[in-house]
T-cell receptor, first 111, second 113 residues
Framework: QKEVEQDPGPLSVPEGAIVSLNCTYS??????FMWYRQYSRKGPELLMY????GNKEDGRFTAQVDKSSKYISLFIRDSQPSDSATYLC???????????FGTGTKLQVIP | EAQVTQNPRYLITVTGKKLTVTCSQN?????MSWYRQDPGLGLRQIYY???????DKGDVPEGYKVSRKEKRNFPLILESPSPNQTSLYFC????????????FGPGTRLTVL
């Protein structure tokens, strides 16, 4: 079983839709939860991260962590064609450098 | 501009021909990693380095070597490449501490025939 599981998609939505991307994880000791965005032919870049449980909002993006169910979510409001990319969730232990990634969900926002 | 650079970006080679993929960062980061990305398997860590002369295996180290003689450089060496090492490779770096953003290079697409 992978430590971080993610539905690979692809997910196709119309412009303006609310997008929900989800991951589950198995290691209850994970404390940092991240979302990376990867455009085609580019390296991943950090979108946002949260520490422990709770929500974090940044513009149209909201990251949510529920440690009781080991569930990580990313919500994108008013999705734009420029949001079309692969989104990778990731987790790490406090005090350790290693980051464990999900397989990524490919999102396409259709104009 | 803060960045991680990798070279080459694309490489086609044959089985058994030694190759090196270079990685360099200009952010004075202590921690550097190599990942490979494969469909359905995601990003998997090959090797990492906590600082100069300190390297350790990641999740899939077989068939790879690394060295860290200078803080900014972290080359990935394939002594005898095989077709199962055909993949997309990323170098990454980050600062030490509670949480620091990990910066990725642009990737190297390697094909081993």
């Amino acid at each position: 079983q992978k430590e971080v599981e993610q539905d690979p998609g692809p997910l196709s939505v119309p412009e303006g839709a609310i997008v929900s991307l989800n991951c589950t994880y198995s290691n209850s000791a994970f404390q940092y939860f991240m979302w990376y965005r990867q455009y085609s032919r580019k390296g991943p870049e950090l979108l946002m991260y949260t520490y422990s449980s709770g929500n974090k909002e940044d513009g149209r993006f909201t990251a949510q962590v529920d440690k009781s169910s080991k569930y990580i979510s990313l919500f994108i409001r008013d999705s734009q064609p420029s949001d079309s990319a692969t989104y990778l969730c990731a987790s790490k232990l406090q005090g350790y450098q290693k980051v464990t990634f999900g397989t990524g969900t490919k999102l396409q926002v259709i104009p | 501009e803060a960045q991680v650079t990798q070279n080459p970006r694309y490489l086609i080679t044959v089985t058994g021909k030694k190759l090196t993929v270079t990685c360099s960062q200009n952010m004075n980061h202590e921690y550097m990693s190599w990942y490979r990305q494969d469909p359905g398997l995601g990003l998997r860590q090959i090797y990492y380095s906590m600082n100069v002369e300190v390297t350790d295996k990641g999740d899939v180290p077989e068939g790879y070597k690394v060295s860290r003689k200078e803080k900014r450089n972290f080359p990935l060496i394939l002594e005898s490449p095989s077709p199962n090492q055909t993949s997309l490779y990323f170098c990454a770096s980050k600062g030490q501490g509670a949480f620091h953003e990990q910066f990725f290079g642009p990737g190297t697409r390697l094909t081993v025939l």
